[in-house]
């Protein structure tokens, strides 16, 4: 059973945040491009350690649906046609609580491959 359950979930497409709140009332705004690069996918995450793929060009993603998966995880539907990996309550406020470190992390890797990342274009 999850520990942290959502008590309310909205997704800004303008904005592109999905905005979590949580029974212990943290609230997230979660960047549709932080969820699509941190999507816990096999395609994004690789098959075992060190497989992962770097995401790259995720600026302008949105969230097209937000699919219910039992009492336990969403499925987000992204613009770009990614739809899979199921993103756990647990998942999403491990990312809402983890999200400077995890966002600076991303920025390195980027960095890091050669890749710079564009401004996103207004929503």
Request: proline share 5%; aromatic share 10%; hydrophobic share 35%.
């Amino acid at each position: 059973m999850a520990q942290h359950l959502p008590t309310d979930i909205e997704l800004h497409q303008v904005s592109r945040v999905l905005e979590v709140v949580f029974d212990d009332g943290l609230c997230f705004r979660l960047p549709c491009e932080y969820l699509r690069v941190y999507s816990p996918s096999a395609e994004v995450r690789g098959h075992g350690p060190g497989q992962g793929v770097l995401q790259t060009g995720k600026e302008n993603v949105n969230i097209r649906a937000i699919e219910p998966v039992g009492n336990y995880a969403v499925k987000l539907v992204f613009d770009d046609g990614h739809d899979t990996g199921l993103y756990t309550w647990d998942y999403l406020y491990q990312l809402g609580r983890h999200q400077d470190r995890n966002w600076r992390e991303y920025l390195a890797a980027l960095a890091a491959a050669g890749h710079t990342r564009n401004a996103p274009t207004g929503g």
